[in-house]
T-cell receptor, first 114, second 111 residues
Framework: GAGVSQSPSNKVTEKGKDVELRCDPI?????LYWYRQRLGQGLEFLIY????????KSGLPSDRFSAERTGESVSTLTIQRTQQEDSAVYLC????????????FGSGTRLTVV | QKEVEQNSGPLSVPEGAIASLNCTYS??????FFWYRQYSGKSPELIMS????GDKEDGRFTAQLNKASQYVSLLIRDSQPSDSATYLC???????????FGKGTSLLVTP
């Protein structure tokens, strides 16, 4: 597509529920990243996918977080048993290769856990 | 831990002035450097990239890189109120795969 597409744009969920966030990268971009941005804070790296290589999961804050991506297509970020501290904007970005040329970000999913 | 440090601001400059935003980084292996602009409630937007020492100009924006001092800066000439945003410095190294972002500097351009 023309840009990075994320859905839903907003999600309100009850504490303890599972949520799934979706990212559709720019066509041809082999690298895909998930970041989290809490209110008034910087970008926190979560996970990186590069083609069919094993993902870099070093930023995932707990085992409640997981992400998948098939090849160079759509990625889903799943948060199980959501907690209030999970409330944040979840940003997806894609790039041609390993971010060496910079990222293009999607518009984000604003997650609110009540 | 690879750190990217920025002054949080806010940095306030009058319309028409030069805004100077600074960033330092800790990883000497860093190779690629980026500036992103983030308006309130929006996602970051790439505005400049720089890969070698010196200056790189694009319109009203100039990025400056000094790898020996581990320092990168962004100058905005003829600042406009529409430049009011948070500016994020991001750094990539060959030893890692994801950009490390600073917390951003808030810029306010007053009419």
């Amino acid at each position: 597509g023309a840009g990075v597409s994320q859905s839903p744009s907003n999600k309100v969920t009850e504490k303890g529920k599972d949520v799934e966030l979706r990212c559709d990268p720019i066509s041809g971009h082999t690298a895909l990243y998930w970041y989290r941005q809490r209110l008034g804070q910087g970008l926190e790296f979560l996970i990186y996918f590069q083609g069919n290589s094993a993902p870099d999961k070093s930023g995932l804050p707990s085992d409640r977080f997981s992400a998948e991506r098939t090849g160079e297509s759509v990625s889903t970020l799943t948060i199980q048993r959501t907690q209030q501290e999970d409330s944040a904007v979840y940003l997806c970005a894609s790039s041609l290769y390993r971010g060496n040329y910079g990222y293009t970000f999607g518009s984000g999913t604003r997650l609110t856990v009540v | 831990q690879k750190e990217v440090e920025q002054n949080s601001g806010p940095l306030s400059v009058p319309e028409g002035a030069i805004a100077s935003l600074n960033c330092t980084y800790s990883d000497r292996g860093s190779q690629s450097f980026f500036w992103y602009r983030q308006y309130s409630g929006k996602s970051p937007e790439l505005i400049m990239s720089i890969y070698s020492n010196g200056d790189k100009e694009d319109g009203r924006f100039t990025a400056q890189l000094n790898k020996a001092s581990q320092y990168v800066s962004l100058l905005i000439r003829d600042s406009q109120p529409s430049d009011s945003a948070t500016y994020l410095c991001a750094v990539n190294s060959n030893s890692g795969y994801a950009l490390n972002f600073g917390k951003g500097t808030s810029l306010l351009v007053t009419p």
